[in-house]
């Protein structure tokens, strides 16, 4: 049903657009849904978000919300509910026990089970420090990015270990972020580029900016871009990973380096990468949320919003070509993204004014022949019981 | 606008705040970035990979800020100060990021009272003109614990509602500090910390008001390479970030002017006995010797170092420039040479005039560390002035200031990476007294400055004389 709705959405364009050009494009997100303090919120700058089955935990600065997707209802929870610290910076939930674990951003690390928050931070156990950016389920193990160091906490035995220049290979300790991959845990670090921990030998292995040098990339293609590392994202076989210097593809053997200048990345600012697969991975962005949708032909597509109105385009590039520009009554929620996930054919964008919703319809990975959409998508991306 | 405001604010800030005013959270205000040619006044023979056009070049055009933040209103009439946070070391303690005990209390207590003399003047002028209430400074101690300063940050940022922060000095906690400004979307302005990476993190809401370890590096390498033509230099440095980054500029600079560093000791914070670094650096036939590091080990180094019959000439990071370290030395301080990010003797009628406000409010004389936050605190303050209580602009009228920042140190220009481009200085030890050099002032010569940033240039390598590589 939803492929119909896809394909008379493109059928409908193409009438629109006159005798359009058929081409291999990737698919484009044209349904957005905004999903605000209007909406239930507790705030609109949303740092972190997370798919669970029907549940969207969405993590902002005053507080935890969670989207029901079925009614569109949300639920939220403060300092008064229990919430030990409201500004919610890293979600992840354990699919074993349904458990969501809380990075707080200066109040360490939560666990939000049976409607009751438990909470560990500096004082009471091995966490490192309390200002955690990123958090993970590794097994029976919970990973915490800290400002000071990683730890990881076994929830069966209780035991914790500490993760330092100490014991790993960290020039820096200064954690951004954690994912968990095949048989790996990669950690990204400012200063110190993406880790691998292998979970079978307890290894871990480097991966720093050949070059070495700060102020410039020698070559684009040599190693990971720069150690300023915002996130790092397994897909597939291969890791996706984003700096503030722009973006990389590292698939055990080759890497491959994004700029502004050679990809249709938004900006080389990035905050963060949510891998899809081997082919497709999204870029948060400071000007927009860019994703790359076919890795063999360094295919994009870039999604923002207009300054005025609610507006926004979705341009879709080849190296910096321009393919197709689509225009949407509604765009993403705001250019400023900082968080990703994604589920199944959706995908949730959080922003700093609201939580984007991309409905999607008619999905496909990769590209497929189909018409360009040279005209505006007027109607085709009205959402129909939602946000908005 | 109260007219103590409206004498604030010249032209190009009127446009500047024309362009910032009444923007909606998803507009970015229309206004042009800075765009240096050249980072940090590299000279091409110090260029990383200098025959090698890199493929990316960073740090050249400022950052933008394009988050909902412009957006935000103002608070209401109940808030009774302006808060803005101070952190910096100011209580002893021991700490695993500084490399055991603190040793940087007497700079960040230097630091706090230049905030505390700024602040005080702001508020016997009126206090925040747009609705006269006093500014007050959050003051929180850098211990370095654990990443402490994080948590600082988020206590000022969150907890505190604080407008803008200016800390802190270590280089570990710096970075840390930053970190959480970017979140919190709050302007971390630094006046106490010379570590060339603080700024080179693409940070909007970062900038610094010190010269830093790039530039007196730079400034000393000439001097030691250029000028004196030293060959065989040797580097004794503490064990840690302080003392790791501050000779990175010096490795690279001497490498690749084919004078790589023949030897690099490196020596615990708090260290009395130099003997086993110094008798390898002896060993090693040397020219000269630098040190960077703090003024403490810097004397008894170079004590140890006469006692061994060391003659070289002995050179230092600008920490030595103090009279812990003169009073350590002696009669061997006589000669030394130290980069310097300013120049205290300067004839400046604001700096006599700082100079007397400071010794009659802590009846002491003010060093660097104390000029320049009073510089960062007189900034910071300035534009929540003309800004009004809203962080992003506050750190908008900053990043697009077109002039640079008349301070009491000397002038500020930001560069597009908005840290101090400013002049740097030599430190000399002559006849008991500490006397300050420009580059001119020791005729020290500069290598060539291309013009074009590295990615556009015609070719990797630049030969100054070829006219075609100068393009």
Redesign the interface.
Known sequence: MRHLRYVSLMAALTCLAGAAEVAKLPYVYTKWKHITTADGLPN??I?AVKSDGPRVWIGTENGLAMLDKRTGKIKSWGEKDGLPW??V?AIDVDKKTGDVWLGL??GGLARFSGGRFDHWH?LNSGL????V?GVAVQDDNIWAA????ASRFNTVTGEWTIFTEKNAPME???N?NVAVGKGKVYIAV??SGMLEYDIASNRWKDYLDP?G????????DDGI??V?VTAASPADDVVWVSS???ACRYDGRHWR?Y?N?DSGLAD??INNTKGRSADEAWFAT??GASAITDFKTNTWVTYT????GKGGKAVVMRDRDVLETVEMPVGIP???IINYDIDGNDVFVAT??GLGWGVGEGYYPGLKQRPKMVAKAKGAAVTKGGAE | MPPELKALIDDDTAEVLRRINGLSPYQVPDLRLKQDSNYAHTPSDYEPFGAIKPYKEHFLKQMEYTGAGRAIPEPGPELKTVKIGFIGPIMSTVSVATGGKSHEETLGIQMLEGAKLAIEEWNARGGYFRRHIPFELDTRNDNGLWGASGNEIINMAYKNDDWAIIGTIDGANSHIAIRVALKAEIVMLNSGDTDPTFIETNIPWVMRCIGDDRQMGYLLMDYVLRKMNYKRVGIIRASNRYGRFGVRELNDSGRRMQHPTIIEMAYKVGSEDFSLQLERMKASNLDAVIHWGDAAESARILNQMRKMGMKQPFFASDRSVSREFTNVAGANAEGVICGFPWNPQRKDAKLAAFNAAFRKRFNSDAGTYAAHAYDGMNMLIWAIQVAGLNRAKIRDVLAYRTKPWPGVTGDIPLSAALDDLGDVYLAKYEGGAWRYYSREDLKIPRGYIPARDRVNRATGAIDPMKPEDRN
Do not use: C, P, S
Request: charged share 25%; proline share 0%.
């Open positions: 609109d700058h740092f409201r500004v910076t951003f200066g500096q490192v420090n309390d200002v950016y800290t400002t000071a160091g820096e300790i200064w951004y400012w200063g070059d040098e700060m102020e410039i990339d020698l070559y684009r871009v720069h300023i503030y210097f722009g380096g700029y200048q080389d600012f400071d000007k919003r207009d300054a005025t705001h250019n400023f700093a004014k």
